[in-house]
T-cell receptor
Framework: AQSVAQPEDQVNVAEGNPLTVKCTYS??????LFWYVQYPNRGLQFLLKYITGDNLVKGSYGFEAEFNKSQTSFHLKKPSALVSDSALYFCAVRDEGGATNKLIFGTGTLLAVQP | DAGVTQSPTHLIKTRGQQVTLRCSPKSGHDTVSWYQQALGQGPQFIFQ???????QRGNFPDRFSGHQFPNYSSELNVNALLLGDSALYLC???????????FGNGTRLTVT
């Protein structure tokens, strides 16, 4: 069964420094991968997706993600972190087995950006 | 253009009671999915509704049921509440099988 793993519960970075939030995936076919962000007591906001094409995907709020098939990874990146980026980040993969756009989420990574 | 709206925002229930949560999808969307997000966890898929029918179901007991109305809005019903049902319940909408999903802000259910 397909899955995603987020190996870090928390990532700490200083404002202005580059950030990376890691995600690895396990699928049998071609992956449809997503990143979402969740602010306290809010729902999930879509950041970006990879379906096919360029391995570097650009998304909202200056975020980008790099798809690496050989390493089965889809890490989220941003060149310069902002304090306002502090939030919970989820990686997700679209379920291959069903006929729907069901997503399977990772456990989330809390990003803390210090001023 | 209103996004996905959910009501109520917070709810406190007692074990054994029943609860109904409501969701209105984003304008133009016809498919509604429900997810349960327990504290410290990622969202878990409960089920999806399209054309007023349940299309796919996750690993949740029959105590969890749903409905979709002709205007595409949806309800999630949970019977015989357990303490473990305490969670943030998220509604997500889309147009058919398109991506990405658009999420509402959720309903925080506390079972005491």
């Amino acid at each position: 069964a397909q899955s995603v793993a987020q190996p870090e519960d928390q990532v700490n970075v200083a404002e202005g420094n580059p950030l990376t939030v890691k995600c690895t995936y396990s699928v049998s076919g071609n992956p449809y991968l997503f990143w979402y962000v969740q602010y306290p007591n809010r729902g999930l906001q879509f950041l970006l997706k990879y379906i096919t094409g360029d391995n570097l995907v650009k998304g909202s709020y200056g975020f980008e993600a790099e798809f690496n098939k050989s390493q089965t990874s889809f890490h989220l990146k941003k060149p310069s972190a902002l304090v306002s980026d502090s939030a919970l980040y989820f990686c997700a993969v679209r379920d291959e087995g069903g006929a729907t756009n069901k997503l399977i989420f990772g456990t989330g990574t809390l990003l803390a950006v210090q001023p | 253009d209103a996004g996905v709206t959910q009501s109520p925002t917070h709810l406190i229930k007692t074990r054994g009671q029943q609860v109904t949560l409501r969701c209105s999808p984003k304008s133009g969307h016809d498919t509604v999915s429900w997810y349960q997000q327990a504290l410290g966890q990622g969202p878990q898929f409960i089920f999806q509704y399209y054309e007023e029918e349940e299309r796919q179901r996750g690993n949740f007991p029959d105590r969890f049921s749903g409905h979709q109305f002709p205007n595409y809005s949806s309800e999630l019903n949970v019977n015989a509440l357990l303490l473990g049902d305490s969670a943030l319940y998220l509604c997500a909408s889309s147009f058919a099988d398109s991506s990405p999903l658009h999420f509402g802000n959720g309903t925080r259910l506390t079972v005491t």
